[in-house]
T-cell receptor, first 113, second 115 residues
Framework: AQTVTQSQPEMSVQEAETVTLSCTYD???????LFWYKQPPSRQMILVIR??????QNATENRFSVNFQKAAKSFSLKISDSQLGDAAMYFC??????????FGTGTRLTIIP | DSGVTQTPKHLITATGQRVTLRCSPR?????VYWYQQSLDQGLQFLIQ???????AKGNILERFSAQQFPDLHSELNLSSLELGDSALYFC??????????????FGEGSWLTVV
């Protein structure tokens, strides 16, 4: 079974600085999707960024980018110029075919003003 | 706005009662997923439907059931409710297998409080 591991339960970063959240996963598949979701205090699940495994280029969405290392099965999220609104729980997730989304346990990110 | 609509947004009910949560997926999406998130907990997968058929089952209690209708909306039925069923219930949808740019979007969730 696929597993997703987020080894950092909590992280903090100074406002305007850069922070990287780690995620590793285990799969025997070659073509899959990886996601980062943000869950702010409102508890909405907001899609931050998506990576298709067959694409070598790392996905980027404004201040959010990923470092996708397929061989190492690593998928980290980098947040640049951190803002107070970035404070949230961040979940890494794996998706293959038409199966369920498998989530990591989440990393709680605190932004220090 | 993700395009996934969940109703009701908030629900308070008594133990032993039955409730129905409703989900309308994004236009064109064939897959619907239900997740449960208790306070300070991760997301627990309950069940998935694809084009009206049950596709996968997670840790869904026997007191819970779901279905996806021909118009692709889905309902999650929770019966004989217990205090521990109080949680945020998410619905999510995706186009389905083989879809280009397959992405899963979540609704805003239905907050269920059992008293």
């Amino acid at each position: 079974a696929q597993t997703v591991t987020q080894s950092q339960p909590e992280m903090s970063v100074q406002e305007a600085e850069t922070v990287t959240l780690s995620c590793t996963y285990d799969t025997s598949e070659s073509d899959y999707y990886l996601f980062w979701y943000k869950q702010p205090p409102s508890r909405q699940m907001i899609l931050v960024i998506r990576q298709e495994a067959y694409k070598q280029q790392n996905a980027t969405e404004n201040r959010f980018s990923v470092n996708f290392q397929k061989a190492a099965k690593s998928f980290s999220l980098k947040i640049s110029d951190s803002q107070l609104g970035d404070a949230a729980m961040y979940f890494c997730a794996y998706f293959f075919g038409n199966e369920k989304l498998t989530f990591g346990t989440g990393t709680r990110l605190t932004i220090i003003p | 706005d993700s395009g996934v609509t969940q109703t009701p947004k908030h629900l308070i009910t008594a133990t032993g009662q039955r409730v129905t949560l409703r989900c309308s997926p994004r236009s064109g999406d064939l897959s619907v997923y239900w997740y449960q998130q208790s306070l300070d907990q991760g997301l627990q997968f309950l069940i998935q439907y694809y084009n009206g058929e049950e596709r996968a089952k997670g840790n869904i209690l026997e007191r819970f059931s779901a279905q996806q209708f021909p118009d692709l909306h889905s309902e999650l039925n929770l019966s004989s409710l217990e205090l521990g069923d109080s949680a945020l219930y998410f619905c999510a949808s995706s186009p389905g297998q083989g879809a280009i740019g397959n992405t899963i979007y979540f609704g805003e969730g239905s907050w269920l409080t059992v008293v």
